[in-house]
């Protein structure tokens, strides 16, 4: 798509620029700038509510922004440019009365294929997702992992330069979950810019080439797996405390304790569970249990993730701005 | 508590949520309080000052009935068609379309097509049964080609009007239930008191001038012109009828298409 261009490849894909966007007085976005490269996996990270679906709304032209733009392939995205743009939403968004060619070809007709070129490019797509032989059923009749397959199909037909995907597997099974993701790999490869909404952590630390982190709408940092990984102890520790008070306060005073300990380095608590990273478990957790034992109901161990730089940038992001805010009062 | 206790508090939930999603529904709260009351006035006067059959022609009431029949056809099935707004809305369907390179306007005008040819359809097959059935006199005054002519221009006018009408409301209502139930509190009353079930003619002077504010009037009094009357004593008229009914359909389907659709 863009290796032969090199205009094409030095335009990002998709450049965001000070985005905002209001439901009311609530920001769902709040000043987003990002950028994601030719030929690339970019994803974006963040718990319900963080502002993803937003952004990508925005991308698709479902949503005007409060202030800010977008450019796709160095466009603003009116109506008429956006046939380089396919959407797989979230929720799945397919009319269950028509059949599985039905879907496809209002698809087609909608971004101005068809004659031959519409009857030819929906059957490969069949074939391709393994759809063929149920072409003429209704979509009702689908499980939802097909029903996944043919929105991709869908989405694929009018032979997007950039595809936008939101949580494309939340509620498929693990075998619906790896074809999903074979055909899309198998996609990827014939120059295809995906960008990744989800909350899935191993899914974006997997497939992604540069993650955005979005927290409270505000994206909090950008870069690769294993830049954003970077400075992160070696080991990850989820400590689930007692909470009877359902307050949250054995964990957070377990956390105060704990910040000060040599060879520790981000402690965030959600609740009555908190996640430390730490350059080594065989001292800490010998300690922790010394310290208060009384208050630990499970403890997990494992190598530090992409889900703990997130915590930990989140975390840290957090405390600024509630720093700043008190500055300020 | 006792296994009848545990029942009958399920009960009691259900009925809670299901008072309050009625009380919290203004559209439903008006609309069920207000179309009987607005049939009672409307029907009652109608039919006492309105529906004696020697006021209609030759009392042959049942020819009477098919123009407003013919309208009365158009008006529910546009109005059905309509709610597939809904349907697309609920089912992600809106947001695939909203996401094809066209405006809004453009997938709004497609839409509403739909919801015009089928309502325009059912309507002239209303028409066509009733034409072949011998017990209906139509007069087709103007010749059958030029009442005819008429007829379909009136009907595909009126579900251009019920259609922009329709989007008008959609864009302004959340749920399926309350469109429904105030397009049964606009139409309802627009339908009975349009001419379509008795003659307005001897209607007190306050109704009548009310019926002359409703765009369904001219409808149903043009499909009369076109296809039972005998002559033109006791109607608006034809051009009368175009004009008012034209201008309706293009002001509301305009303002209806400017309309963006509400999508979650």
Known sequence: MTSTNGNKAQTPALAVRDLSVAYGERLALDGVTLSIAHNTVAGLLGPNGSGKSTLLSVVAGLRTPRSGEVRIFGEAPEPARRRRVGVVFQEQALDPVMTLWETLVLHGRLFGLGGNTLRRRAEALLERFGLASRQRDAVRTLSGGLRRRLELARALLPSPELLLLDEPTAGLDPDARRSFWQLLRSVREEGLTLLLATNDVLEAERECGTVAFLHDGRLVAQGTPAELKRGLKHDSVRIECVDSDGDGGRANALAQSIASWPGVGGVTSAGPVLHVTVDDVSTFVPRLFQTDADAIRDLRIQPSTLEDAYFQIAGASLQAERAQEATTA | ?264
Request: glycine share 8%.
């Open chain 2, 1 to 264: 508590m006792t296994s009848a206790a545990r029942t009958v508090n399920a009960w009691g939930a259900l009925l809670t949520r299901d008072l309050r999603a009625f009380f919290r529904s203004r559209s439903q709260l008006t609309s069920s309080l207000l179309l009987p009351l607005m049939l009672l006035a409307i029907l009652g006067i109608g039919v006492t000052e309105g529906l004696e059959p020697t006021r209609v022609r030759d009392g042959d009431y049942v020819s009477f009935l098919v123009s407003g029949m013919i309208v009365m056809t158009a008006l529910f099935s546009s109005t059905f068609s309509s709610a597939s707004f809904y349907q697309d809305r609920d089912s992600g369907m809106l947001k695939v379309l909203l996401v094809s390179p066209h405006s809004p306007a453009v997938i709004l005008l497609g839409k509403s097509l739909g919801a015009i040819v089928i309502g325009s359809a059912q309507a002239l097959i209303v028409l066509a049964v009733a034409a072949a059935i011998p017990a209906i006199e139509l007069e087709w005054q103007y010749g059958v080609v030029v009442s005819l002519a008429l007829a379909v221009t009136t009907v595909i006018g009126l579900n251009v009007l019920l259609s922009g009408l329709a989007q008008v409301l959609a864009s302004r209502i959340r749920t399926m239930q309350g469109f429904h139930l105030v397009m049964n509190l606009v139409l309802f009353p627009m339908l009975f008191f349009s001419g379509a079930f008795f003659p307005l003619a001897n209607l007190p002077g306050w109704l009548y001038g009310l019926a002359l504010a409703n765009p369904l009037t001219y409808a149903v009094d043009l499909l009369q012109l076109a296809l039972y009357a005998d002559g033109s004593d006791g109607y608006l008229g034809v051009g009368v009828d175009l004009a008012v009914l034209g201008t309706l359909a293009l002001a509301l389907f305009v303002w209806g298409m400017r309309r963006h659709p509400l999508v979650d």
